[in-house]
């Protein structure tokens, strides 16, 4: 995967199946995308009003199945950073947040989260391709990324790559 | 090579021959934001230091979703979009012009464009027969900026709508009857073809429902073949010029071949909270609605708004109920007041909204109280989706949600006669 060494470590936040973008970002709040250290404040917070107070910066953010799908705001993955989250892991993404998420160099990890307890503390190696349950004392295969979006992430993100690259070079 | 409607318009836009699952650059014909996505798609042109777009007139900046604005912070992102189109010479589509996935199929789609938009339903414009897919604000940036984008060429689920329509059913049950069977991620990371007889002969308006909510099923586009239907569609909006044809080579490789018999697909609904959680209105319990919403760039076109004004016709909405109607757009809203639509359905009791997304993305217009329930002719009915996390939206066709209108509660529309 990724030429960079990389090893994240935090705990774990489970969330379920179809974690929509309206859960990570609400359309209620749609007057704060312009504002997004605020929106960050209100991260997911349809889905665990407690999760914003909680999270730690390194922490994990862990769903089931379909996470993100629904509509194309950025703002999503985007606030899942900005809280400080290290990587999203789930059993399968929908294809724009998953997209969108390289995009701006959040790590989303395809695994079976099924293996992941709520408050587990996993080590995660990017490059390796290996998520270490150190709660249950268990490794975890990821997928790996395509060579186009590795080079985006190694990039630091899609404008990034471009400024470096003066258009995409793939 | 035979291929399928993406591996044609992708190795088009690609200069070489590609098939499913080859990742390219490509050049892309028409790139938009709307007022949700644009602010932030115009900070990261900004970012990467470009200050003129590659091709400004098929740059789009739409002002829908929230249009017009309910509070400051959106007026400020608005002169942000207008400042910017200006100062660039794009496109702008400002309050009260409609939805953008029904001024896209108006005035700038063609069939074997490619589309890209900070839009997830963007996937509309395959109905005409373009490889539409919608992304997030920096890809849209980028696509801005030097009219290129990536795509991994999508493998195919062929989806055949055979037999015929019943009474009382629309494309949007047929939508809705695929996304329960197949689920919300049933076509994750896929491109749809719709054929079929159902879909040979179906009209512009049902093909824009059905390729609309492609993405319900997690598709990145849903296509149609461009035909006879599509040609006559963009004589009238004065666009036969961009008219060509496009089918899948016989032949084409799927991933997968789904036959639909529509003859057995009831009237439709999705329940909370998600759109895949589908069933026939005949085996819904009795669900009481407070608020009916017939508009939206799923339902919000001309045949659309007819077909509920026929049954909507002379008779009043339930006591107690909201009727909220958003045409799709200025196009839309014109032709439906000459022909008297929008006089039937005031005459009914019901309040007609500005062309644009109208309480679809619950910014302003309709947002719902603790426990309320809406029938909605929207694509998504997501937990919160209408700026309530305590309500509940049930998504229908246009017919269902008239007739429920009337009776207060879900109700088969076929009962009206």
Same mark, same amino acid.
């Given at each position: 995967m990724s030429s960079k060494k990389k090893i994240l470590k935090g705990k774990s936040f489970k969330f379920g199946d179809d974690i929509s973008t309206d859960l990570v970002a609400p359309g209620r709040l749609f007057h704060l995308r312009s504002n997004l250290p605020e929106l960050a404040k209100h991260v997911l917070e349809d889905a665990d009003p407690e999760f914003s107070g909680k999270v730690k910066p390194g922490d994990f953010v862990v769903g089931g199945r379909n996470f993100g799908l629904g509509s194309s705001r950025e703002h999503a993955p985007m606030i899942i950073k900005l809280a400080g989250v290290g990587a999203v892991l789930a059993k399968s993404f929908a294809r724009i947040f998953f997209r969108n998420s390289i995009n701006i160099g959040l790590p989303v990890l395809i695994c079976d989260t099924d293996k992941i307890n709520e408050g587990d503390e996993l080590e995660i190696d990017l490059t390796k391709g290996v998520i270490k349950n150190v709660t249950i004392n268990i490794e975890l295969k990821f997928n790996p990324l395509p060579d186009v979006m590795i080079k985006i992430l190694d990039d630091g993100g899609l404008t990034e790559h471009i400024t470096k690259n003066k258009g995409f070079n793939f | 090579m035979e291929k399928t409607i993406s591996e044609k318009i992708i190795s088009e836009h690609a200069g070489k021959e590609l098939k499913a699952g080859e990742i390219s650059v490509v050049e892309v014909d028409v790139v938009m934001s709307q007022d949700g996505t644009g602010p932030l798609a115009v900070s990261q042109i900004k970012k990467m230091g470009f200050d003129s777009l590659k091709n400004p007139e098929k740059s789009i900046f739409f002002i829908d979703h929230a249009a017009p604005s309910p509070r400051k912070e959106l007026s400020n992102s608005h002169a942000i979009l207008r400042e910017f189109a200006r100062s660039t010479d794009a496109v702008l589509s400002d309050v009260g012009r409609g939805v953008c996935h029904q001024v896209l199929i108006e005035d700038h789609s063609c069939p074997g464009d490619i589309v890209i938009g900070g839009d997830s339903h963007t996937c509309t414009s395959g109905a005409l027969g373009a490889f539409a897919t919608g992304m997030g604000s920096t890809d849209i940036a980028v696509g801005y900026s030097l009219a290129k984008t990536w795509l991994r060429v999508p493998d195919t689920i062929r989806v055949n709508f055979n037999g015929s329509l019943n009474k009382g059913v629309f494309a949007k049950d047929l939508v809705i009857y695929l996304i329960g069977r197949i689920t919300s991620d049933g076509a994750t990371y896929r491109a749809i073809e719709f054929g079929g007889k159902v879909s040979s002969t179906m009209d512009m308006d049902g093909r824009f429902t059905i390729s609309n909510m492609a993405v319900e099923a997690g598709a990145k586009t849903g296509l149609f073949d461009s035909d006879n239907i599509t040609k006559k569609y963009l004589e009238n909006q004065g666009r036969g010029g961009c008219f060509r044809e496009i089918s899948a080579d016989l032949g084409a490789v799927y991933e997968k071949v789904l036959d639909i018999d529509c003859s057995v697909i009831e009237p439709m609904v999705s329940q909370p909270h998600t759109v895949d959680n589908a069933l026939s209105v005949r085996d819904l319990e009795k669900i009481k609605i407070d608020q009916v919403f017939i508009g939206t760039c799923t339902n919000g076109r001309l045949s659309d708004l007819r077909v509920a004004a026929e049954i909507l016709k002379g008779k009043k909405v339930a006591d107690g109920l909201r009727l909220l109607v958003a045409p799709a757009s200025r196009e839309v809203y014109l032709d439906a007041m000459k022909e008297g639509i929008l006089a039937t359905f005031i005459e009914s009791g019901a309040a007609i909204q500005n062309p644009g997304c109208g309480p679809c993305v619950g910014v302003h217009q309709g947002i719902l109280a603790d426990e309320e329930v809406c029938l909605s002719t929207a694509n998504r009915n997501f937990k &919160?989706?209408? &700026?309530?996390?305590d309500s509940f939206i049930y998504l229908s066709s246009p017919a269902t949600a008239a007739w429920s209108a009337i009776r207060g509660y879900i109700a088969d529309p076929r009962e009206k006669s």
């Open positions: - | &919160g989706r209408m &700026g309530n996390t």
